[in-house]
């Protein structure tokens, strides 16, 4: 009976010191900037848009700077306007986003501590070989696009409130249609997804949609679409990224972000996006440079 006494008693102490052992290290605070006076972490939220995932560049990008920086990026890839969105909650701390005015928005109200340039690529109209409403080689992509809204020809839209959807949306009000109502007629469908996603569907359904070049070279192996309509200036699609504003949102890791858009912003990361692609498609999915 006593050495089961003893037992127990031993055993208490030992739960009693892993308790407190657990409980100091759950009290011990992360490390905090003495110049800011912010806590400092090694973990960064990126937001960014799915066709920076679904070109495949960002996974050759953050291991790179998780290596060089010690950092550990968490990705959550959405549409550009979640991602402001989630600048403006204070749930990112960085951004890498395409929709110029949209990001203009964002800072002039205060949101963005900083918004530097990256790269560039352009949209195309994609759609299926056999072309049933006819835009092939036209260069001008909002009469294109009034073309297959006069036919009716199948058209899938992200709707998602991306970079790519205000592209699109900004295209049919060129085109002298209001876009506000095509989700109710039955040959315009809202895929509510990334472009990767959007992509797939379209194949899969025989419809047109607009994509970013870049998704659509690093997924064209798994699609029965052609590139149909090119070339248009108004295709031009700009990258910023954005660091969040740690006035308004004080948990913002703002070391982290600065770090990633230094990164994204030098040389030796310009030549790597520069190059991307090209040995794989015979022409860069990027571009850098103005």
Not at 238 to 266: C, L, Q, W
Request: hydrophobic share 40%; proline share 6%; glycine share 10%.
């Amino acid at each position: 009976m006593r050495t089961c006494s003893r037992l127990v008693g031993w055993v208490g102490t030992l739960i009693l010191l892993i308790s407190t052992t657990l409980g100091a290290c759950q009290a011990i605070p992360p490390p905090v900037d003495t110049a800011s006076g912010r806590k400092m972490s090694k973990e960064l939220i990126l937001a960014t848009t799915t066709s920076t995932q679904d070109s495949g560049l960002l996974d050759v990008l953050i291991p790179l700077f998780e290596k060089e920086t010690g950092y550990t990026v968490k990705v959550i890839a959405v549409g550009t306007g979640a991602a402001l969105r989630m600048g403006e909650r204070g749930d990112a701390d960085v951004l890498l986003v395409h929709a110029p005015e949209a990001e203009e928005a964002f800072m002039a109200a205060g949101h963005g501590l900083e918004r530097e340039y990256v790269m560039y690529n352009d949209f195309v109209i994609v759609g299926p070989p056999d072309d049933p409403a006819g835009i092939r080689g036209m260069e001008d992509a909002s009469a294109a696009m009034k073309r297959i809204a006069e036919s009716q020809t199948l058209w899938i839209s992200r709707g998602d409130d991306s970079g790519t959807h205000k592209k699109e949306k900004s295209l049919w009000k060129e085109a002298g249609i209001d876009p506000t109502p095509l989700a109710s007629q039955p040959w315009y469908q809202e895929s509510g997804q990334g472009m990767g996603a959007t992509l797939r569907i379209a194949s899969e359904k025989g419809g047109y949609t607009l994509s970013d070049r870049a998704t659509y070279l690093n997924l064209q192996h798994t699609l029965h679409l052609d590139i149909l309509v090119e070339g248009d200036p108004r295709l031009y699609n700009v990258y910023h990224v954005i660091v969040v504003n740690p006035e308004k949102h004080p948990n913002v890791n703002v070391e982290g972000a600065r770090a990633f858009a230094d990164f994204m912003t030098s040389p030796q990361v310009q030549d790597i996006i520069r190059s991307y692609g090209v040995d794989r498609f015979g022409q860069p999915l990027f571009h850098v440079g103005r």
